[in-house]
């Protein structure tokens, strides 16, 4: 938790399949994690390694056509797919401040 | 009129310093003021979004705020001024006109700031026909500068696909391709490149800029900037391939523009003797091949399963 201040987001590959398939976005004390793919076509959103929220760290951004998404509840509020939502992931804090994914079926992430 | 294609696109941007570092990153140069120049001046220039001096924005939200066309001569702009202007405003300043297109679109003529260019070509050489390459020169090197030559083309999301494509033939474009489901390639008077302009019908909610990008000087650029691209942490979208209308390789990548970016090369170039083509939009017609990047690997070294030492 600590490793990701407020206003910041971080990409995650827990199944190693070489390209981050969702990214965790911290907003106040709480955490989010979302799946790494827009609904407009279920492509990946970053532009960069990390990168996805605007400028003021206040919204998630798809970088394919600029769509804007609230950070604690995945709604696109502008864009392609508007009234969509993002896919939550459920993720867990655990004693130690480290996230781990709550689906025990997935490989284990810890941030 | 002969406009020779696009001079500029501007952006009005949410984040100014990440787009300039991915500008700088893609190969365009910083030559300062918001200009990122490609070798022959051709530009993406940056402001912030809520800068007084950029025309006002679409109601969808899109980032790109002004599309500036490069014509060939004075003639050329004053015979656009006068065939815009007969049916709303035109103002000119500095030489430069500007107006509003029939989807809202702000668009601008100027004379072509660009420069010409003389860069060689990608030489390849094939059996059966005259060599090209001379002996003892490389095909390919690691550490080959590459830098986008041109802006070549952007594509639109427009609401009324007919009724734009209606006021670019007004100013000399001509149809060269049409995706069926989507809308016309369009050419303007004063090129021979398949396209400069593409249009896609979407809803009214999502106009604005698919995706823009430059043109590099042939196959093996691409495929060296955009797997340089990738492995400084940028995120290919679609490609590399090769497209079936314009025949030009592709690579597509995310950015923070609000569109996407793509590196092209080699377009095929078209005069009024040819005649359209019409393909439904899909996978099939939108590409002849598509690759996908990996890291280096090389074969060798013993099976797995070996249990001998190596010596």
């Given at each position: 938790m600590h490793e990701l201040p407020d206003?910041?987001?971080?990409?995650?590959?827990?199944?190693?399949?070489?390209?981050?398939?969702?990214?965790?976005?911290?907003?106040?004390?709480?955490?989010?994690?979302?799946?790494?793919?827009?609904?407009?076509?279920?492509?990946?959103?970053?532009?960069?390694?990390?990168?996805?929220?605007?400028?003021?760290?206040?919204?998630?951004?798809?970088?394919?056509?600029?769509?804007?998404?609230?950070?604690?509840t995945g709604r696109c509020t502008l864009g392609p797919c508007l009234g969509d939502t993002l896919t939550r992931i459920s993720v867990v804090l655990d004693a130690h401040g480290d996230v781990r994914l709550a689906d025990a079926s997935r490989q284990e992430a810890s941030a | 009129m002969k406009i020779v294609g696009l001079d500029e696109l501007v952006f009005g941007v949410d984040d100014v310093a990440a787009c300039s570092r991915y500008l700088v990153d893609y190969g365009l140069k910083d030559a300062g003021g918001g200009r990122y120049e490609a070798l022959d001046g051709t530009a993406v220039v940056l402001r912030h979004k809520d800068d007084p001096s950029l025309p006002p924005g679409l109601a969808s939200g899109s980032m790109l705020r002004e599309t500036v066309h490069g014509a060939a001569d004075q003639a050329t702009l004053d015979a656009l001024e006068s065939e815009i202007s007969s049916d709303r405003k035109v103002t000119r300043e500095d030489g430069v006109l500007r107006c509003v297109d029939d989807a809202g679109?702000?668009?601008?003529?100027?004379?072509?700031?660009?420069?010409?260019?003389?860069?060689?070509?990608?030489?390849?050489?094939?059996?059966?026909?005259?060599?090209?390459?001379?002996?003892?020169?490389?095909?390919?090197?690691?550490?080959?500068?590459?830098?986008?030559?041109?802006?070549?083309?952007?594509?639109?999301?427009?609401?009324?696909?007919?009724?734009?494509?209606?006021?670019?033939?007004?100013?000399?474009?001509?149809?060269?391709?049409?995706?069926?489901?989507?809308?016309?390639?369009?050419?303007?008077?004063?090129?021979?490149?398949?396209?400069?302009?593409?249009?896609?019908?979407?809803p009214a909610a999502m106009q604005g800029i698919e995706h823009f990008t430059f043109h590099l000087g042939g196959p093996a650029e691409l495929m060296l900037a955009g797997s340089r691209f990738v492995e400084k942490g940028y995120q290919s979208f679609w490609g590399p391939g090769r497209h079936q209308m314009g025949s030009n390789?592709?690579?597509?990548?995310?950015?923070?523009?609000?569109?996407?970016?793509?590196?092209?090369?080699?377009?095929?170039?078209?005069?009024?003797?040819?005649?359209?083509?019409?393909?439904?939009?899909?996978?099939?017609?939108?590409?002849?091949?598509?690759?996908?990047?990996?890291?280096?690997?090389?074969?060798?070294?013993?099976?797995?399963?070996?249990?001998?030492?190596?010596p």
């Open positions: 206003g910041t987001a971080r990409g995650f590959d827990p199944r190693r399949t070489g390209q981050d398939t969702m990214f965790v976005v911290r907003k106040g004390d709480a955490l989010h994690a979302w799946a790494d793919a827009c609904p407009h076509h279920g492509t990946p959103m970053a532009w960069r390694r990390h990168a996805y929220l605007n400028a003021a760290g206040d919204r998630i951004v798809c970088s394919a056509h600029g769509a804007l998404f609230e950070m604690d | 679109f702000a668009i601008a003529f100027q004379v072509t700031v660009r420069r010409p260019i003389d860069l060689p070509r990608e030489m390849s050489n094939a059996p059966g026909a005259a060599q090209h390459r001379g002996v003892n020169a490389l095909g390919v090197r690691v550490d080959a500068p590459v830098s986008p030559r041109t802006l070549s083309h952007a594509v639109y999301f427009v609401p009324d696909v007919d009724k734009l494509e209606a006021f670019y033939k007004r100013i000399g474009f001509r149809v060269t391709d049409r995706m069926l489901g989507a809308g016309p390639f369009m050419q303007p008077a004063g090129t021979l490149d398949h396209h400069t302009i593409f249009l896609i019908q979407t390789w592709f690579w597509y990548f995310n950015s923070p523009l609000g569109c996407h970016v793509e590196y092209d090369a080699d377009m095929d170039l078209h005069d009024a003797s040819w005649q359209p083509r019409s393909a439904p939009m899909g996978a099939d017609s939108s590409q002849v091949f598509l690759l996908q990047y990996r890291e280096k690997w090389a074969p060798g070294g013993p099976p797995p399963s070996a249990t001998t030492a190596r």
